[in-house]
């Protein structure tokens, strides 16, 4: 008999689905629903209501939760190609990089997130901040943003897992990465520390599958169903699973299959969360080592330095 899990979610995780497709999730005994998030906000409610098991989430949502009790239980990619876009019809250059931007609207999933904070870093490098040079607006999930981006009903935003080149297909320019700030985590695997106690076999087997798939991706297997898993769940064409899947396997921007959190890429989320009003002694408590934001029960290998 198969154990389920409810797994919230933003975008459809390719890596999920090559973890099924290939059977990964049957030999562990799992069948894993995945459940779609509208914005951040919905997803931590929903986990801390009990009514997830666990989340694929920017750890910075756990940052913005620090009273929760939510553990980080690995590492799955380093942001999915993650970037700042334009809607159709503005490119930046030039002696004013940012001038095409000035005065318009940025749409995040909430103002005070982990990835409004990497836009903010993104546009500030261009010499715009918020409130001053551009508006922020609350759309939600990164499909939602990329949907209203390229409608035109804002102006820019940040986009990744395959959002990103579903944009660039509609005519959205791609501005900057967010891989140029420095090591970076989008998205990691989290559970309340009370359901990592409660169902620790369970989510022991999801780890150990996916930190498989992974692995597998990264050493160059798997190639084909990853195709036909990102073709299906991101409605790519064959041009952009191409570049998804180089992505996926990037060192800089995709997966991590050692599932393990460094220190640097934790700094740099903290940095991020800091440089924008959002830091405080409660932050450096829960990014501390020893805090018990990171559980590492479910990993093998040597922890990164």
Do not use: K
């Amino acid at each position: 008999m198969r154990v389920t899990l409810r797994l919230g979610v933003f975008s459809p995780s390719v890596l999920l689905g090559v973890a099924a497709t290939t059977g990964a999730l049957d030999r562990a005994g799992l069948a894993v629903e995945e459940v779609p998030a509208t914005s951040s906000p919905q997803q931590f409610a929903a986990l801390v209501a009990g009514d997830l098991d666990a989340v694929l989430t920017s750890p910075d949502n756990i940052f913005a939760h620090p009273h929760a009790g939510v553990r980080i239980i690995a590492a799955v990619d380093r942001g999915l190609g993650l970037s700042l876009f334009a809607r159709p019809g503005i490119r930046s250059g030039g002696a004013d990089p940012g001038a095409g931007l000035r005065g318009g609207v940025l749409a995040v999933d909430v103002p005070r997130s982990g990835f409004a904070f990497v836009a903010y870093a993104l546009l500030a490098r261009l010499g715009l901040h918020a409130g001053l040079d551009y508006d922020v607006r609350a759309i939600g999930s990164t499909p939602r943003r990329a949907a209203a981006l390229a409608a035109g009903e804002c102006t820019m935003s940040v986009l990744n897992a395959g959002s990103d080149l579903r944009a660039e297909v509609a005519g959205c320019a791609r501005i900057s990465r967010a891989s140029t700030l420095g090591p970076y985590v989008g998205s990691v695997l989290a559970a309340l520390g009370s359901t990592v106690e409660r169902r620790a076999p369970a989510l022991r087997a999801l780890t150990s599958a996916l930190l498989a798939t992974a692995a597998a991706l990264v050493a160059g297997r798997l190639a084909r169903p990853a195709a036909e898993v990102a073709a299906e769940r991101l409605g790519l064409d064959a041009d952009g699973v191409s570049r998804y899947l180089r992505t996926l396997v990037d060192p800089r921007e995709g997966l991590v299959p050692t599932g393990r959190l460094d220190a640097r890429s934790l700094e740099t989320l903290c940095w991020l969360r800091s440089s924008h009003g959002a830091g405080g002694p409660e932050l450096d408590a829960l990014a501390a080592p020893g805090s018990g934001l990171v559980d590492e029960r479910f990993l093998s290998g040597p922890s990164p330095a």
